[in-house]
């Protein structure tokens, strides 16, 4: 006689269980992972930045190499000038550079009798012409007197071969607030 099978029926998976053992997994985890501390996300290089003081004196008047960067009358040129206040040490760093300062480019300012040189564009003269300075003087200060309305990239230029000649302390001319 043929036994007669029982239909199959579907089996059934009660989840309740598999879900608490999912939370407790999930909790031990969260429990005993190890986060990254302070010390490891720190960086792991230092950066030394130069110390700044907010300096309301005047410039000095003797010893002194500035930077001018001004833009022309009719807005369309920048150009970069050099004017050194000491006589002897002026002298000396236009001996040194002799050939290499074309002979149109040395002007007297106006307002004053100490001659510049309009450097223009030419960052490889305004390098030389800081190297001399320093090479004749190393106690020369620096200034960088530049237009309010120039691009930075001038003065950060300026900056680039002041900081190449190792001459990173300088001062940047500035007007006085509400003038």
């Known amino acids: 006689m043929a036994k007669v099978k029982k239909k199959r029926v579907g089996f059934v998976i009660d989840m309740t269980p598999m879900v608490d053992i999912l939370f407790l997994l ?6 005993t992972a190890k ?6 996300s720190a960086q792991k290089f230092l950066i030394k930045r130069p110390q700044t ?11 002194l190499a500035i930077i ?3 833009i022309s ?6 150009s970069y000038h050099y004017e050194v ?17 074309p002979n149109d480019s040395l002007f007297t300012a106006m307002g004053g009798p100490r ?24 106690s020369t200060k620096f200034a960088i007197d530049a237009d309010k309305g120039l691009d930075w990239r001038w ?25």
């Open 26 to 31: 999930l909790i031990f985890f969260m429990f």
């Open 35 to 40: 986060f990254k501390s302070e010390a490891d």
């Open 53 to 63: 003081t907010a300096d309301t004196t005047k410039i000095p008047d003797v010893d």
């Open 68 to 70: 001018k960067i001004a």
């Open 73 to 78: 009358k009719t807005g369309n040129d920048t």
């Open 85 to 101: 206040t000491d006589f002897e040490n002026r002298k000396e760093i236009w001996t040194r550079c002799e050939g290499k300062i």
């Open 115 to 138: 001659p510049q040189i309009n450097v223009g564009k030419n960052l490889d003269l305004l390098n030389l012409l800081i190297r001399n300075t320093m090479l004749v003087r190393n």
């Open 155 to 179: 003065v950060n230029n300026a900056m680039d071969k002041l900081r190449l000649n190792l001459a990173t302390t300088f001062n940047y001319v500035t007007d006085k607030k509400g003038q």
